[in-house]
């Protein structure tokens, strides 16, 4: 590493206000620097401000919001906090480059892929359209999308997260920077597609010889791909060390406690289920999509979403589910709650789905209930928090008076590790983990029988992480209901699941109680999910 480092982060200092009212300081004085060549991890939870420092490198926070209170950002020695909207402009995607964390909303949704991706070297490079044109298809190649060619003429939509992501490392890299920031760029990816971009950016990185400033919560990502990492907690620089003497000796007890967050088994191994009633029950569910072509709309086939999937599920058991995305894991979840048209037998608690109508299972959705990845998506923001943990109580028992669904309202949150306090604020004023209690506790509130869980931890930060799987499984124990975890995380399948289903393409590639299928699985497939995942033992 040079001795000179190509950025210098001095004693910065961040607020965020709005006019003549108090400012809030979300980065105290911290200072760090990245190395020529060199990658650094830039870690901590949701609100320690990593995010903000990273964004502060290119200035795109809302300069009426935000202040730089201290400090300064030194970039080949110039201070980019002296630059003016043109000088930074000059900066950004040319010398300075980032990728964002979900590049569906990264893109503009109304322009082809290829004409984001041409707009630096038209803008920085001064090429002809033709010859962008050329250097973006060998970028898309290089990046490992299939198809270049074709795949330069495509909308965001048109393409899967991972290609998404692909395209918008390559778009980072048009003008070939010398400082790329990475902002999450695996947090919503399978395991494999991780792997995959994090081995991207290595061979990318070697080749360009740029350095990487790498923004993450997940230490198993940052273990494989860093060469040093700082910790922030709060808006401050706790630690900064390399990879190995953090991970091996960590000093301060923030660190410590991020290092001990990680998903870890949760006791379910050991649990004698066998002599439990059977709750569930599915033979041969298959879910199939039709492909229509052609001026008269022609059945020309079908996407096979789920194909003849059977599984039992009894009392208090956990099922995992995984697969990467496209291997109908979903897709089963919302058949087996009749939430998605499907053949085959459903049959719950003795009584077969499939017979019922609209209007005969309405009343028994408070058996089977859902718990969604993204809470905030989920949970009504026009909403109070009493108001949607209550609703289900007014639908299923319209016969409880204000009073008693008040105090079963505040019973619940406090079960869930809320504060009655917080019954009159609405989600926005939540952090992630706070509202995905909420969300836990508007279905547990019913009591059911079953809860179907679709990658609720994957947005969350480990320690957040770690309190949300130890809720669920208390919860399990106290109520012996049933979960149907459908996750790509692996670890955290393998901390609560009592048996784990595999599947691929929508059929069932392997299924087995969860130590036997870790320790001993059967299938190739399967033995690549487990190789490529950022599991550590």
Do not use: W
Request: charge should be negative; hydrophobic fraction near 40%; include cysteine.
């Amino acid at each position: 590493m040079s001795e000179t480092p190509l950025l210098s982060i001095d004693s910065l200092s961040v607020e965020f206000g709005r006019g003549e009212g108090p400012y809030t300081r979300v980065v105290d004085n911290i200072s760090l620097n990245v190395g020529r060549g060199e990658k650094l991890a830039l870690v901590g939870e949701s609100g320690s401000g990593k995010s903000v420092t990273a964004l502060s490198v290119l200035q795109l926070h809302e300069t009426n919001l935000c202040r730089y209170a201290s400090g300064k950002i030194l970039f080949e020695g110039n201070d980019l906090l002296t630059y003016n909207d043109s000088q930074m402009r000059g900066v950004r995607g040319r010398d300075i480059a980032m990728i964002f964390q979900e590049p569906m909303t990264a893109f503009n949704p109304v322009y082809r892929i290829g004409d984001q991706l041409i707009e630096p070297l038209l803008i920085h490079e001064g090429l002809d359209r033709s010859a962008a044109r050329k250097r973006v298809i060998e970028l898309l190649d290089r990046t490992g999308i299939v198809d270049p060619h074709k795949r330069i003429d495509a909308f965001p939509h048109m393409l899967s997260g991972g290609q998404r992501q692909r395209a918008m490392i390559a778009m980072a890299l048009t003008c070939k920077p010398k400082l790329l920031i990475a902002d999450e760029p695996t947090t919503a990816l399978d395991v494999t597609i991780q792997v995959q971009i994090l081995e991207l950016l290595e061979d990318l990185q070697q080749d360009f010889g740029m350095s990487v400033l790498m923004i993450t919560h997940d230490l198993n990502m940052v273990r494989r791909f860093a060469d040093r990492i700082c910790v922030m907690q709060e808006g401050h620089l706790v630690e900064e060390n390399s990879v190995q003497v953090l991970f091996d000796a960590p000093q301060h007890p923030y660190t410590i406690h991020l290092l001990n967050s990680q998903p870890e088994s949760l006791g379910v191994e050991n649990e004698a289920l066998e002599d439990n009633k059977i709750l569930l029950q599915a033979e041969a569910i298959k879910c199939y999509f039709p492909i229509k072509a052609g001026f008269f709309n022609k059945h020309v086939g079908d996407i096979k979403a789920v194909d003849h999937i059977s599984l039992d599920l009894v009392r208090g058991e956990t099922l995992g589910i995984v697969g990467e995305s496209g291997s109908g894991k979903s897709t089963l979840g919302m058949c087996l709650l009749r939430l998605q048209n499907c053949e085959g037998a459903i049959v719950l608690n003795g009584q077969n789905l499939q017979q019922l109508s609209p209007r005969q299972l309405r009343p028994l959705r408070k058996n089977f209930q859902v718990v969604f990845q993204d809470p905030f998506s989920s949970l009504s923001p026009r909403m109070t928090v009493e108001q949607i943990i209550g609703e289900g109580l007014r639908v299923h028992f319209p016969e409880m008076n204000q009073a008693q669904r008040y105090a079963l309202i505040v019973k619940t949150m406090q079960e869930v590790g809320l504060e009655e306090n917080m019954l009159s604020r609405y989600p926005h004023e939540f952090s992630g983990g706070q509202r995905q209690r909420i969300a836990i506790a508007r279905v547990i509130i019913l009591e059911p029988k079953l809860i179907l869980l679709d990658e609720p931890t994957s947005a969350l930060d480990v320690s957040v992480q770690k309190q949300v799987l130890a809720l669920l499984r208390d919860l399990q124990k106290r109520h012996e209901v049933s979960y149907l975890f459908i996750t790509h995380d692996l670890r955290v399948i393998r901390a609560m699941a009592h048996r784990v289903m595999v599947m691929k393409e929508g059929q069932l590639i392997e299924a087995g109680k969860t130590e036997d299928l870790f320790t001993q699985p059967k299938s190739d497939y399967t033995r690549a999910l487990l190789n490529a995942s950022l599991y550590s033992a």
